[in-house]
Each structure stands twice: as structure tokens, then as C-alpha cells.
């Protein structure tokens, strides 16, 4: 067969969807109440997709591997160890192997330059399971638990990160910032986000009426918050470096005297897995007013959104007249500051 030319579309980073994010949602919603009622219709059937994972994974995984069988495709899940690459064959010859056999790729690594390599190579879609830079697809999820709460407007929503300006933070403050969303964030000053990816977030915002803003107390980013927000002290790949990140981030905790400092009606968010009593107390997270089961279970929904959008792309609605804050996501905006 000869090779492919296709160019395909990769979902390496929020700013991969960054015009289609309004519709993203609004899609993963719709198919959230269509599986409810069981009537999913089968976009991917005769379609395969490759897992690579070079990281443990809960819900990214099972999340994709439920979402392609409700959709009518097939998984095939691979941890490097079982694969060439993890004796030596280069990601790109992976790339270019795979992309003869499946319709798409899905691929958590160590490092965003794998990740980019793969795409690099691939002329089929390749998605950004979490690297040490991003983790697009959880946002789509958490923006869908967000609007689900908030009535399907962010305008005039306050979001507070407690913890590490890290992966999952880089692709929150793009999202937040496209959405209208205003973000403040507490870390610890030397764990702060990449300012590239700031600077970014901050020209989205001004484009679309959101504030990016950070301080090291957690509890002036708390004070009035419509929701919380908070990640493991340490991330996969960071385990060296134990000791240092739990004497830095002592006291970036959400706990009930923290969430008492947030409006009443606010929630709390983790991406998951939780490492109980650093990050986050039990009461919290088991408590009323965790939307972390809800968020964990929204992964499904947003990945069939991301596997539609990128191989079955007449599935999603072309705009989404309805939200409040979909116009935004298109309309020039002056800038606040
Ligand atoms: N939140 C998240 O990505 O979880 P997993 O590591 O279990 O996939
Ligand atoms: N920041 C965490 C997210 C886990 C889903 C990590 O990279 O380990």
C-alpha cells in the first residue's frame, strides 16, 4: 500500500481545539444524555485506535477504551514494554508503522517531545494522553463538569488552583481563558506554570474577557472562588523529587477551612488519582461538595467528543448558538487591561 499523505488533525494541546472548544463541550454534553438513553450512534465502527501508555493510568484509559466501544471501534492498549519501542525502535518508525494499521493514536508519555515525535510521524490523529507539558483531555472533562454546574455560563465565574503549576494546570489556564473563565492560582512560588504557556493563556483571556492571575496564598485565591481546584504535589515522573514538593507545598491543601473562604454554593474539583491528606482532606473530596466523581466520570463523555471531532468530525453541531459564552470563542473581544 502506498503511503499515506494525509495530513491528519493532532490534539497535542488546548490550543489544538482552541476554535472548536465551545462546540467540544456542548458535544460531550450531548453525548452524555445520549448514553444515558442508550442511544449512541456507532461513528467509529470499522475504526481501530492504538493506546500507548508509558504511565499508569485509571481513568484516561478506561475512559478511552469504554468511549471507543460505545462509539463501535476497537482499542488496542500497549505499555511501551510490550512494544519495539521499548527495545529501541525509534517513536517516529512507530508513528509511521502504526498509522498503516490503526485510525488514530493515543499516547500518554514522559516527555511532550515524544509526543510531538509521534505526532511528527503519524499520518493518522494522535491525541495527548498527559505529558509533562499538557493534559488536554482532561480539561474537556472539566470544563464539561464546570458548565454542567455553572448552567452552561462561565461569564463572571471565579476558578481558584490550589497546588503545582504543572500539566494539568498548563491546559486549564488555556481552557479557562477561552472560555471567559477567570483563573487564580496559588503555588508555591518556584513551581509556578511555564510563562510561555502563560503568556499564551493571558492572550486568550484578552481575546475572550478572562483574568489569569497568581499568588502563593492559597487562601486569597479561595476567598469568594466559585470552585476549587487542586492536583497531586507530586506528578508521575517528579517521584525524585518527593521530599522537596512536600515540605514546598505543605499548606496547599483544600481542606474545609480553605473551602470556607469560597462562596458557599462552590465545588471542588481533582483530576484524580488523589493522594488523600496532602492535596486534598477526605472530608472534601468524600464530602457534598467534591464534583470529582462527576469530573472523573465526565472523561468518558469528552473523550468520545475528541475521538468525534477528530475522525468523525460531521457528528459535532457546528456552533452552539446556545451557550452563553460560545460567541466568545469566535467574536474579537477589546482587551480588559
Ligand atoms: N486524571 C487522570 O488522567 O487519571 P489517570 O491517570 O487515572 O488516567
Ligand atoms: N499532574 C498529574 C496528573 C495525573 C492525572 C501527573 O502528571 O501525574
Known amino acids: 500500500m502506498a503511503p499515506r499523505t494525509v495530513t491528519a488533525r493532532h490534539f497535542l494541546s488546548i490550543q489544538d481545539v482552541a476554535s472548536d472548544l465551545g462546540r467540544l463541550i456542548d458535544h460531550a454534553a450531548r453525548l452524555k444524555a445520549q448514553r444515558r438513553r442508550a442511544r449512541l450512534r456507532p461513528s467509529l465502527s470499522g475504526r481501530n485506535i492504538a493506546l500507548i501508555f508509558e504511565k499508569p493510568s485509571t481513568r484516561t484509559r478506561t475512559s478511552f477504551e469504554v468511549g471507543i466501544h460505545d462509539l463501535g471501534g476497537d482499542a488496542i492498549y500497549y505499555s511501551p514494554k510490550e512494544m519495539q519501542l521499548g527495545r529501541g525502535e525509534?517513536?517516529?518508525?512507530?508513528?509511521?508503522?502504526?498509522?498503516?494499521?490503526?485510525?488514530?493514536?493515543?499516547?500518554?508519555?514522559?516527555?511532550?517531545?515524544?509526543?510531538?515525535?509521534?505526532?511528527?510521524?503519524?499520518?493518522?490523529?494522535?491525541?495527548?494522553?498527559?505529558?509533562?507539558?499538557?493534559?488536554?483531555?482532561?480539561?474537556?472533562?472539566?470544563?464539561?463538569?464546570?458548565?454542567?454546574?455553572?448552567?452552561?455560563?462561565?461569564?463572571?465565574?471565579?476558578?481558584a488552583w490550589i497546588g503545582d503549576g504543572n500539566n494539568v494546570?498548563?491546559?486549564?489556564?488555556?481552557?479557562?481563558?477561552?472560555?471567559?473563565?477567570?483563573?487564580?492560582?496559588?503555588?508555591?512560588?518556584s513551581y509556578r506554570p511555564l510563562p510561555e504557556i502563560v503568556a499564551v493563556a493571558r492572550e486568550y483571556g484578552r481575546l475572550h474577557g478572562a483574568e489569569l492571575t497568581f499568588t502563593d496564598d492559597p487562601a486569597i485565591a479561595a476567598t469568594d472562588a466559585d470552585a476549587l481546584y487542586t492536583d497531586v504535589w507530586v506528578s508521575m515522573g517528579d517521584e525524585a523529587e518527593t521530599a522537596k514538593r512536600e515540605k514546598a507545598f505543605r499548606g496547599f491543601q483544600i481542606n474545609a477551612e480553605l473551602l470556607?473562604?469560597?462562596?458557599?454554593?462552590?465545588?471542588?474539583?481533582?483530576?484524580?488519582?488523589?493522594?488523600?491528606?496532602?492535596?486534598?482532606?477526605?472530608?472534601?473530596?468524600?464530602?457534598?461538595r467534591s464534583a470529582a466523581w462527576d469530573e472523573a466520570e465526565n472523561r468518558l463523555h469528552a473523550e468520545k467528543a475528541i475521538l468525534e471531532l477528530l475522525l468523525a468530525p460531521d457528528r459535532l453541531p457546528r456552533s452552539s448558538p446556545a451557550r452563553a459564552w460560545a460567541p466568545k470563542l469566535r467574536a474579537r473581544r477589546p482587551a480588559r487591561r
Open 90 to 159: 525509534t517513536i517516529g518508525d512507530t508513528a509511521r508503522v502504526l498509522s498503516r494499521y490503526v485510525d488514530a493514536i493515543v499516547y500518554r508519555a514522559f516527555r511532550h517531545d515524544s509526543v510531538l515525535e509521534l505526532a511528527g510521524s503519524s499520518t493518522v490523529p494522535v491525541i495527548n494522553a498527559l505529558d509533562d507539558r499538557e493534559h488536554p483531555t482532561q480539561i474537556i472533562a472539566d470544563l464539561l463538569t464546570l458548565s454542567e454546574r455553572w448552567k452552561g455560563s462561565f461569564k463572571g465565574r471565579r476558578l
Open 169 to 189: 494546570l498548563h491546559s486549564l489556564m488555556l481552557g479557562a481563558a477561552l472560555v471567559g473563565l477567570d483563573l487564580v492560582c496559588a503555588t508555591p512560588e
Open 260 to 288: 470556607a473562604r469560597a462562596k458557599p454554593s462552590a465545588f471542588v474539583l481533582h483530576d484524580l488519582p488523589a493522594h488523600r491528606g496532602q492535596e486534598i482532606t477526605d472530608d472534601v473530596l468524600d464530602g457534598s
